[in-house]
């Protein structure tokens, strides 16, 4: 059964970090692009980070850049989200996804595997 599961979450005080994970099972996941996206409190779904299969490309919305770091190790199908420097506005579900998609694909809509999303809290 193909499956993606995202653990890590919690409630943060700003300026924390947690670290997300995301374990990919069932299908070739290993060679899909895997991405981070979140969903905040009656906002749309936007785009945080994504990872290419090889880990080796990477790409992050310009409001994490320098405090979100993404990894994945090649062919692997277990991807991290270190988030440091968070803030109030960093809440939200962060969801995992993951599909054949080209490198750098932003779009939540060409993704098609879905975890059940795990709630980031920062709050003093």
């Known amino acids: 059964q193909d499956q993606l599961v995202e653990s890590g979450g919690g409630l943060v005080q700003p300026g924390g970090s947690l670290r997300l994970s995301c374990e990919a099972s069932?299908?070739?996941?290993?060679?899909?692009?895997m991405a981070w996206f979140r969903q905040g409190p009656g906002k749309e779904r936007e785009f945080v980070a994504s990872s290419n299969w090889s880990g080796r490309a990477v790409y992050y919305a310009d409001f994490v850049k320098g405090r979100f770091t993404v990894s994945r190790a090649a062919a692997e199908t277990t991807m991290y989200l270190q988030m440091d420097n968070l803030t109030p506005a960093d809440t939200a579900v962060y969801y995992c996804?993951?599909?054949?998609?080209?490198?750098?694909?932003?779009?939540?809509?060409?993704?098609?595997?879905w975890g059940q999303g795990t709630q980031v809290t920062v709050s003093s």
């Open positions: 069932g299908q070739t996941f290993s060679t899909y692009t």
């Open positions: 996804a993951a599909g054949v998609v080209i490198s750098g694909e932003r779009s939540h809509e060409e993704f098609n595997h």
